[in-house]
């Protein structure tokens, strides 16, 4: 099947001939669906913790800071910002003279009020001799986009969101997302030295981006917020890259005969996390940002599901230490049965027939994982994932956060669970990566890779099938412990389109 040609673009990615082979049977078998036990909701699979709880979280927050443990930021931050720009190539492609849709209505009538605004001014004037108002008054809203969007211009449309201009900040800067995040980390992820850990993911043709602008920001925003930074960057390893179909599952080849490999999602970023060596890591999307004066919502649930995680961890060291101890009394048993299935959410019926050497052999294989806080917003219509009890391959149910494609659509009763959600995940996670005694996990082996995903993507005018590994909050984290905690929708702001810019929360 494998010509001399293909082995060698294996062998120079990382990846087997038999892990190319796996990848063709699951394009054959597919994915199968996964089986509900129900949607989370308050009380059953979510906590919401009232005004004296955050702050006692808070707290335990603060001494966790204080204490010597090490936390990073890791911020996936390698995707291209096209799909934020999608009406606006669509309205350059389709060859429209005036502003149609209510979409490019609502660009064109604010146009001065997005952040980015004088630098495409400047950039109408050097290509046009024109600016951005007398280009519209002439009717050549199109060239306007094409000085936004296209190299020639400020390469939008192909650049990170990242590095795009999201907001005015003071004294007439404008700030990106990258500085956001760097602010977000001396708020809340400080550690007793000061020192703040960000580990940027980037792609490869940006890298070089990332860091002018860090070599260029970092020095002033020490001086503000009285922080050392310790940046990192990675990139998605070629290794997890996965091989496209035609639409019959065989191989496809483009017109020199070669195949194409495809990044194989956002669970790719598995192996990058892996490597990192912190304590305690926050992940959550890059464009899930807002300015300085109105993040105080968003920095003091950062630090309650800290605190929140520190006390499971605290507990489960604990309990595992006792279990490690050995002749656990049954009443201890009891009581840690009690966590698993009232904290943790664990659902496993097998467990009431389990004399107390299985059932303490049970409690220590379900404490010693990885541990995760998800913050979940109230469902307000957004797109995207939810919070669910869902069935695992050892027959327990537990909190998965899930995407609709995984779901039966002809099941009638899974699709009634999902309609009935009344959470939504913005990608609000904080995790705790090291076991009871320091030692950090693998986090490869904690992964379902059932869970993945088979897309239709279009090549050269011809549609192929694209294989996405297990979603890194999705399937990959499958077998954490995972705690869904409800946080105030005011922490969710992404930007999904440029007209998301104008929102409040971003001006």
Known sequence: MFNENDKQLMAKKGITESQIEAQLKRFETGFPWLKLEAAATVGKGITRLDAKQQTQCIKLWKDFQLGGATIEKFQPASGAASRMFKNLFAFINDGKSIPESDFEKQFFDNVTQFAFYPQLNKTCVTLYQNNTSELMAAGRYADVLKALLLADGMNYGSLPKGLLKFHRAAAGTVHTPLEEHLEEGAQYAADSNRCVRIHFTVSPEHRSGFERLIKAKVPLMEKVWGVKYDITLSEQKASTDTIAVNM?????????????????????????????????????????VVPLRLRSVSTRYKKVIGGYLVMVQQQLKKYLEMLDKGNVKSADLKSMLNYAQQTLCIIDSSTASMDDAALAAWLRDKFNRPIRVCGVVPNEGEP????????????????????????????????????????????????????????????????????????????????????????????????????????????????????????????
């Open 248 to 288: 019959d599952n065989t191989p496809y080849r483009d017109a020199k005969g070669n195949l194409l490999f495809r990044p194989a999602g956002h669970g790719a970023l598995l192996e990058n996390l892996n490597e990192r060596d912190a304590d305690v890591v926050f992940i959550k999307n890059v464009d899930n």
């Open 384 to 507: 995207g994932g939810g919070p669910y009890l869902a069935y695992n391959a050892d027959g327990s149910a537990s909190p998965q956060i899930l995407e609709s494609a995984q779901i039966n659509p002809d099941d009638p009763s899974a699709v009634e669970m999902m309609k009935s959600g009344t959470h939504f995940n913005p990608v609000d996670l904080v995790c705790y990566i090291k076991d009871y005694k320091g030692i950090k996990f693998d986090l490869r082996k904690f992964v379902d890779p059932e869970t993945g995903f088979i897309s239709v993507k279009s090549k050269d005018g011809v549609d192929i099938k694209a294989l996405e590994l297990p979603g890194l909050w999705n399937g990959s984290m499958s077998d954490w412990n995972t705690i869904f905690v409800e946080v105030p929708i005011d922490t969710f702001n992404p930007v999904k389109t440029v007209n998301d810019l104008l929102r409040r929360a971003h001006q």
